[in-house]
C-alpha cells in the first residue's frame, strides 16, 4: 500500500466494532494502532485501558456505529473521555457510520431528534472533531460545534462505474429525498436519471412500496444510488420495479450496507445483478448471496486523517463536493 507522510503526534486507536476497517486505515498511514484493552464486566460494563501514553497527541478513535449500535457509541465515548483525561493534544471522532443519522428532524410530534443526540455526546465525551462517511443528511455537520468533515465515497463509486459499466447507463433515485444526490453523479458523469416516488405501508412498519416511475429505462442499465441500505426494502422494490419497466440490467450503490433482517435475502431474490456497498460497517453475506460486492473506504479516511493531522484542507480531497 501507498502510504502517506504524517506527522509524529498522530495517534489511532480503534473499538471492536470494525477492526479490520481500522487496521486498513492504519497501514495507510503507515503507523501502528495504540494498544487498547477492551473488555466487559460481568454485568456488561465496558472497560477501557490505553497501554500507550496519549498525552500531547492528536488522537483519533476510530469505531463504526453500524454494529452492536448502543455498545459501539458508549465505548467509543469512553475512549475519548480516557484520552481527553490522558491529556491528548487533540481528539477526532472517526465514525465510519454516524448512527441515528437517520433521526436528524422531527418528522411528527412527541419524537427526539437522534442525530443531534450523539454529535452532544460525542462532544461531551470531548471530542474537537468528528469526522464520518456519507451523512443521511447534510445538516448534521451543524449540530457540532466545531469542526466536521463530510468525507464522500463518490470518488470511490465513480470509478468502479467507470471500470465497469461502460457508457451506456442511468442513475436512478430510489426516493424523493436522493434525487439531490443521484442529480451530483449524473451531472458529474454526463448520465441521464430516473427518478422512482415511493410511499411506505401504515400497515406494516418498515415496508416499502415503490409507486411511480418518472423517467423511461427501457432497454437501459440502471444504477440506483443510496446513501445506505437497511432491509433493503427500498432498494428492492425499486430494482423489481425498474426491470418490470424494461430495464436491462440493474445494480446498487450505497455507502452503508448495514443489511439488517432478511436483507440479503431479499436482495438475492430480487432483480438486481449486483449490489456495491462499502466496508463503512462489517459485511459478511457469505452462504446468503453472491450480489454483494464491497468496496474499501481505508484510503479515503486515511487520507482525511492525514489531512487533519498535517493542517491541511478535507475538501481538497473531494473537489469540494463534500460540501454540496
Known amino acids: ?20 476497517l481500522a487496521k486498513e486505515i492504519a497501514q495507510y498511514l503507515g503507523v501502528k494502532l495504540s494498544k487498547v484493552q477492551l473488555g466487559n464486566f460481568a454485568n ?14 492528536d488522537v483519533f478513535v476510530i469505531q463504526s456505529q453500524g454494529e452492536r449500535v448502543h455498545e ?13 483525561r490522558a491529556s491528548a493534544r487533540s481528539i477526532t471522532a472517526v465514525c465510519p457510520l454516524l448512527s441515528y443519522a437517520r433521526q436528524d428532524r422531527k418528522s411528527a410530534g ?38 466536521f468533515d463530510h468525507l464522500i465515497a463518490m470518488p470511490l463509486f465513480k470509478k468502479y462505474i467507470k471500470d465497469n459499466f ?15 444526490l443521484t442529480e451530483r453523479y449524473s451531472s458529474s458523469m454526463g448520465a441521464e436519471m430516473a427518478i422512482v416516488h415511493k410511499s411506505r405501508s401504515v400497515v406494516k412498519h418498515n415496508t416499502v412500496v415503490a409507486k411511480q416511475l418518472i423517467g423511461d429505462v427501457t432497454g437501459r442499465t440502471c ?6 441500505i437497511d432491509t433493503a426494502g427500498t432498494f428492492c422494490a425499486v430494482a423489481n420495479l425498474l426491470k418490470e419497466r424494461g430495464a436491462k440490467t440493474v445494480y446498487g450503490l450505497a455507502t452503508h450496507g448495514i443489511f439488517s433482517a432478511q436483507a440479503f435475502e431479499l436482495i438475492e431474490q430480487s432483480a438486481f445483478k449486483q449490489v456495491i456497498v462499502t466496508n463503512t460497517v462489517p459485511v459478511d453475506s457469505e452462504g446468503k448471496t453472491n450480489k454483494i460486492e464491497v468496496l474499501s473506504v ?3 479516511i486515511a487520507d482525511a486523517i492525514n489531512a487533519v493531522a498535517n493542517s491541511q484542507s478535507v475538501s481538497a480531497l473531494f473537489e469540494g463536493q463534500n460540501q454540496i
Open 110 to 147: 412527541r419524537e427526539p431528534i437522534g442525530a443531534r443526540m450523539i454529535v452532544d455526546m460525542l462532544a461531551a465525551a470531548g471530542a474537537d472533531r468528528i469526522m464520518s462517511v456519507d451523512l443521511h443528511s447534510g445538516q448534521t455537520q451543524g449540530f457540532f460545534n466545531g469542526p
Open 166 to 180: 461502460g457508457k451506456d447507463f442511468m442513475f436512478v433515485s430510489p426516493d424523493a429525498g436522493r434525487v439531490k
Open 223 to 228: 444504477v440506483i444510488i443510496d446513501d445506505m
Open 72 to 84: 459501539s457509541i458508549f465505548e467509543q465515548l469512553l475512549m475519548i473521555d480516557a484520552a481527553k
Open 298 to 300: 481505508a484510503k479515503l
Open 44 to 57: 456488561g460494563e465496558i472497560s477501557i485501558r490505553f497501554n500507550e501514553s496519549n498525552r500531547g497527541n
Open 1 to 20: 500500500m501507498n502510504q502517506v507522510g504524517t506527522n509524529n503526534r498522530m495517534q489511532l486507536l480503534s473499538g471492536r466494532a470494525h477492526p479490520e
